[in-house]
């Protein structure tokens, strides 16, 4: 990525971002271009980007930029660097996420500027030039986005490495959020002077600028940044940290709901301890098997609740008074969240009766235990009753 800077006529400055096909070419000075594009020959030194490349080359992104010092004119401290060194950045990140790191590059041109701001008078580069480069300085991250739950002590990975020992080096983690920006830690290594805490200054010496998170709350979310300043360079890598959890779904019914003809009944979809807010609850049905065309429903929901760990729970309402014809049916409520990679499903199916069937098999029933018991008990009653005659009798004619 080229650009043209100018100053227009209100004294703006003005950035023009122009696409270029360039490539990187490793090797050591003297090596001619493998490509007709603009070649960046990166020559041997003590830091290499290739070493902290992970995965295949086809997920691999490759941008570079011009880098400008911001008028800080200053030798680089290795030996061949001259002030008038010009700065380039290589950006390389990895398309599923493994990481992002970007090198500086640092490259002498036959002859120095004049004057004026660097991004003012940018050197010239021509389609098909060759730039013998070396890598000066490097910083990169295997945390290039964090989405975590709530409670949970991410570490952000953040590490530099630097083509000469004992660097003057300043390490800074910033979180922005809305539209502040809070310092969370910082160390120099000129001073030895800290602040903050979350990185392990020892680690530093060995390039590793990790910063270690206290247990997740709401407010830890924003942008997490953490920069490595080096005079003249100031690296830095923009860490997005988002907080997910995933909904738990359940109903307030077996999978197999038995009901009469004409009974109503609310049937409660729950949706529990999900964040961030956005969720969509829906139910639907299907009325056969081998037709199982969903047809959604209309129901009511409740408003957000807010749980005392920061996260949210609602529930979907659904009201049924079926009739025969809707025995068989499944109803399923789903619910989609941020955190899902596919909906979650809860289903029932539902069997209805009919109620006066069920009443009239009782009074049959009725009937015939009555009847087994009047047949029962009727001879007994008309034997006790000739057993009383006889006995009336003899007494009389005694």
Same mark, same amino acid.
């Given at each position: 990525?080229?650009?043209?800077? $100018?100053?227009?006529?209100?004294?703006?400055?003005?950035?023009?971002?122009?696409?270029? &096909?360039?490539?990187?070419?490793?090797?050591?000075? #003297?090596?001619?271009?493998?490509?007709?594009? =603009?070649?960046?020959?990166?020559?041997?030194?003590?830091?290499?980007?290739?070493?902290?490349?992970?995965?295949?080359?086809?997920?691999?992104?490759?941008?570079?930029?011009?880098?400008?010092? #911001?008028?800080?004119?200053?030798?680089?401290?290795?030996?061949?660097?001259?002030?008038?060194?010009?700065?380039?950045?290589?950006?390389?990140?990895?398309?599923?996420?493994?990481?992002?790191?970007?090198?500086?590059?640092? $490259?002498?041109?036959?002859?120095?500027?004049?004057?004026?701001?660097?991004?003012?008078?940018?050197?010239?580069?021509?389609?098909?030039?060759?730039?013998?480069?070396?890598?000066?300085?490097?910083?990169?991250?295997?945390?290039?986005?964090?989405?975590?739950?709530?409670?949970?002590?991410?570490?952000?990975?953040?590490?530099?490495?630097?083509?000469?020992?004992?660097?003057?080096? +300043?390490?800074?983690? &910033?979180?922005?959020?809305?539209?502040?920006? =809070?310092?969370?830690?910082?160390?120099?290594?000129?001073? #030895?002077?800290?602040?903050?805490? #979350?990185? +392990?200054?020892?680690?530093?010496?060995?390039?590793?600028?990790?910063? &270690?998170?206290?247990?997740?709350?709401?407010?830890?979310?924003?942008?997490?940044?953490?920069?490595?300043?080096?005079?003249?360079?100031?690296?830095? $890598?923009?860490?997005?940290?988002?907080?997910?959890?995933?909904?738990?779904?359940?109903?307030?019914?077996?999978?197999?709901?038995?009901?009469?003809?004409?009974?109503?009944?609310?049937?409660?979809?729950?949706?529990?301890?999900?964040?961030?807010?956005?969720? *969509?609850?829906?139910?639907?049905?299907?009325?056969?098997?081998? *037709?199982?065309?969903?047809?959604?429903?209309?129901?009511?929901?409740?408003?957000?609740?807010?749980?005392?760990?920061?996260?949210?729970?609602?529930?979907?309402?659904?009201?049924?008074?079926?009739?025969?014809?809707?025995?068989?049916?499944?109803?399923?409520?789903?619910?989609?969240?941020?955190?899902?990679?596919?909906? =979650? *499903?809860?289903?029932?199916?539902?069997?209805?009766?009919?109620?006066?069937?069920?009443?009239?098999?009782?009074?049959?029933?009725?009937?015939?235990?009555?009847?087994?018991?009047?047949?029962?008990?009727?001879?007994?009653?008309?034997?006790?009753?000739?057993?009383?005659?006889?006995?009336?009798?003899?007494?009389?004619?005694?």
């Amino acid at each position: 990525m080229d650009e043209k800077v $100018h100053v227009n006529k209100e004294g703006h400055i003005e950035t023009e971002y122009i696409q270029r &096909k360039a490539v990187v070419q490793f090797g050591k000075d #003297g090596d001619s271009a493998l490509h007709p594009a =603009i070649t960046f020959l990166v020559t041997g030194s003590e830091v290499d980007m290739r070493h902290y490349l992970e995965g295949s080359e086809n997920m691999i992104q490759c941008e570079i930029r011009r880098y400008s010092t #911001g008028g800080i004119v200053m030798r680089w401290p290795v030996a061949g660097a001259q002030e008038y060194d010009v700065w380039f950045t290589c950006t390389l990140r990895h398309t599923q996420g493994l990481f992002v790191i970007t090198t500086f590059l640092r $490259h002498t041109p036959a002859t120095p500027a004049q004057g004026k701001l660097d991004f003012l008078q940018w050197m010239k580069i021509s389609d098909g030039d060759l730039l013998t480069t070396s890598a000066a300085m490097v910083i990169l991250t295997r945390t290039p986005s964090v989405e975590v739950g709530f409670s949970k002590e991410p570490e952000l990975h953040c590490q530099f490495a630097v083509d000469h020992k004992l660097p003057k080096a +300043t390490v800074e983690w &910033k979180l922005q959020r809305h539209g502040k920006h =809070i310092k969370l830690f910082s160390y120099s290594s000129l001073t #030895g002077k800290t602040e903050g805490s #979350g990185v +392990t200054v020892k680690a530093i010496e060995g390039g590793n600028a990790s910063l &270690k998170l206290q247990p997740v709350r709401k407010r830890s979310e924003g942008t997490y940044v953490c920069s490595v300043k080096i005079p003249p360079l100031n690296g830095s $890598h923009n860490i997005p940290f988002s907080i997910s959890e995933q909904p738990r779904v359940s109903l307030n019914v077996p999978n197999t709901l038995a009901m009469a003809a004409g009974q109503d009944k609310k049937v409660i979809c729950d949706a529990e301890s999900y964040y961030p807010l956005d969720v *969509n609850i829906e139910w639907y049905l299907e009325r056969h098997r081998e *037709n199982p065309m969903p047809s959604f429903l209309n129901v009511r929901h409740s408003s957000h609740r807010l749980n005392q760990d920061g996260t949210y729970s609602i529930s979907a309402f659904l009201y049924l008074e079926p009739g025969l014809e809707n025995s068989g049916y499944q109803y399923t409520c789903s619910v989609s969240h941020k955190s899902l990679l596919n909906p =979650i *499903n809860k289903s029932f199916f539902l069997v209805v009766t009919e109620t006066d069937s069920t009443m009239w098999y009782f009074a049959v029933f009725g009937f015939i235990i009555s009847m087994l018991l009047i047949m029962h008990y009727i001879p007994r009653i008309f034997a006790g009753r000739k057993s009383a005659k006889r006995y009336m009798s003899s007494c009389l004619g005694v």
